[in-house]
């Protein structure tokens, strides 16, 4: 059995959510899977983190996936499966609808469960030695509507067909150019390049955050569905803030600004 888990930690306004099974390529286990959704909650509370950062523990592997290992005991049966299915998608609706911006910064592999969990992140940033891959046709489990919805969603219907009915591997390269990244960077400045991506986000006005990250997704509903009224009110306290006022004295002084979400 596992023994993996999810380790958190917050400090200069990032809140790190690292996924961490080192034995199993950071295989996602039911119970790391369970865990998400308060880790994404407790970022949520507290009132210094601006952004989320999912990443996985070392250069190996962002995550490889589920945890097949633990297959036959937890994802044996109708309600088994149905279970463990509840779980994962908790998880990725956690990270996807969380009120802060959330990143995924990948190292090293990212496959099946743990692209999943990557395209359920606002932005995805690997270095192009990074690999991608949905094996669930080599492995003949069914792979999850809601996880082909949002693939589908990302990089349209052709790519996403390849990248399913093929199941084979794509650097981080391809993975831009398909849109499955939001940028890949060289091995060599990735790090340099990530941390600074990171920073600039983690800078920004905490309020502003929201309601932007509120509009953007409220523009992947249906017209009919769509809350635009409450993104208005989140916008209209923006301009009601102390930041708001901040903002503009650091722009007349030629100074970084010191946000403080109120």
């Keep these: 059995m596992s023994d993996g888990h999810i380790a958190y930690f917050a400090e200069k306004g990032v809140a790190s959510l690292v996924v961490t099974n080192p034995r199993r390529m950071n295989a996602m286990t039911l119970g790391m899977w369970s865990s998400v959704p308060a880790l994404v909650a407790r970022a949520m509370d507290d009132s210094s983190v601006r952004v989320i950062v999912v990443s996985g523990?070392?250069?190996?592997?962002f995550c490889a996936g589920a945890d097949i290992s633990e297959f036959g005991d937890q994802r044996t049966g109708e309600e088994a499966v149905r279970a463990y299915d509840e779980a994962v998608s908790l998880a990725t609706r956690a990270l996807a609808e969380a009120e802060k911006p959330v990143l995924a910064l990948i190292r090293g592999l990212a496959f099946g469960g743990g692209l999943a969990l990557a395209l359920s992140c606002d932005l995805r940033?690997?270095?192009?030695?990074?690999?991608?891959?949905?094996?669930?046709?080599?492995?003949?489990?069914?792979?999850?509507?809601?996880?082909?919805?949002?693939?589908v969603a990302r990089i349209g219907l052709g790519p996403a067909s390849d990248l399913l009915l093929t199941a084979r591997i794509v650097d981080g390269a391809e993975a831009e150019r398909l849109g499955l990244l939001t940028k890949a960077w060289a091995p060599g400045i990735f790090e340099d390049k990530a941390s600074a991506c990171i920073g600039?986000?983690?800078?920004?006005?905490?309020?502003?955050?929201?309601?932007?990250?509120?509009?953007?997704?409220?523009?992947?509903?249906?017209?009919?569905?769509?809350?635009?009224?409450g993104a208005e009110r989140l916008i209209e306290a923006c301009f009601r803030s102390a930041d708001y006022l901040e903002g503009q004295a650091s722009f007349l002084e030629k100074r970084t600004p010191a946000f403080r979400g109120l």
């Design 57 to 61: 523990a070392g250069d190996k592997a």
């Design 200 to 229: 600039l986000i983690a800078q920004n006005a905490p309020l502003t955050l929201r309601a932007l990250k509120k509009s953007l997704m409220e523009t992947q509903k249906p017209h009919g569905q769509r809350d635009r009224a």
């Design 125 to 151: 940033i690997a270095a192009t030695t990074a690999r991608f891959r949905i094996p669930a046709a080599r492995l003949g489990l069914g792979y999850a509507y809601e996880s082909v919805e949002a693939l």
